[in-house]
């Protein structure tokens, strides 16, 4: 198993444009989740799913943002009508569903808005 | 509100030199702490981590310490070398959720 994959890794787009990001986690990490890393500061968590249930999705930013995890493998996570303030590394992270332990990370797309 | 946070933004050290690195915390029903390590452009990895009803663990290495009197957590790294060099986050989860929050980091520069 390679861990979890993200793509692309780098997103150049115009401001208002729509944007989509794919994660593929490890082969049967049943929890998946997204998290936004800006310039000097930690992660931040966006949302998570259990399998294809999404069970929290109150921490995304703005309803421009929204994922999904249709079959409980990989997921996509989409940007609308991109702000210059939606720039960021988005990560994703999969972990074996285990009341304790880590969350393996993928590398992260950078997206730039202009 | 709850937080996670670094004493230190950045942390300058020789090489073999011991490095120490703290974080506090707030939420006092945290139960669950992880260190991870980001290398610039990368995803952040796994170091160590450390459960409530513990208050020292070791690994390769590193060595966290837990005072939960206090809300500190550290990271003690032995012989740092430069290949340490990054940005070192904690974590933390409170009891009963899934979702770790993270502090915003700290950079370890190590000197050759």
């Known amino acids: 198993d390679t861990g979890v994959s993200q793509d692309p890794r780098h997103k150049i787009t115009k401001r208002g444009q729509n944007v989509t990001f794919r994660c593929d986690p490890i082969s049967e990490h049943n929890r998946l989740y997204w998290y936004r890393q800006t310039l000097g500061q930690g992660p931040e968590f966006l949302t998570y799913?259990?399998?294809?249930?999404?069970?929290?999705k109150s921490r995304l930013l703005s309803d421009r943002f929204s994922a999904e995890r249709p079959k409980g493998s990989f997921s996509t996570l989409e940007i609308q009508r991109t702000e210059q303030g939606d720039s960021a590394m988005y990560l994703c992270a999969s972990s074996p569903g285990l009341d304790y332990g880590e969350l393996f990370f993928g590398e992260g797309s950078r997206l730039t808005v202009l | 509100g709850e937080s996670v946070g670094l004493h230190l933004p950045t942390l300058s050290v020789q090489e073999g030199d011991n490095s120490i690195i703290n974080c506090a915390y707030s939420n006092s029903a945290s139960d669950y702490f992880i260190w991870y390590k980001q290398e610039s452009g990368k995803g952040p990895q796994f170091i160590i981590d450390i459960r409530s009803n513990m208050d020292k663990r070791q690994g390769q290495r590193v060595t966290v310490l837990l005072n939960k009197t206090v809300k500190h957590l550290s990271l003690q790294i032995a012989a740092t070398q430069p290949g340490d060099s990054a940005v070192y986050f904690c974590?933390?989860?409170?009891?009963?959720?899934?979702?770790?929050?993270f502090g915003r980091g700290t950079s370890l520069i190590v000197h050759p």
């Open positions: 974590a933390e989860k409170g009891g009963g959720s899934y979702i770790p929050t």
């Open positions: 799913f259990q399998n294809e249930a999404q069970l929290e």
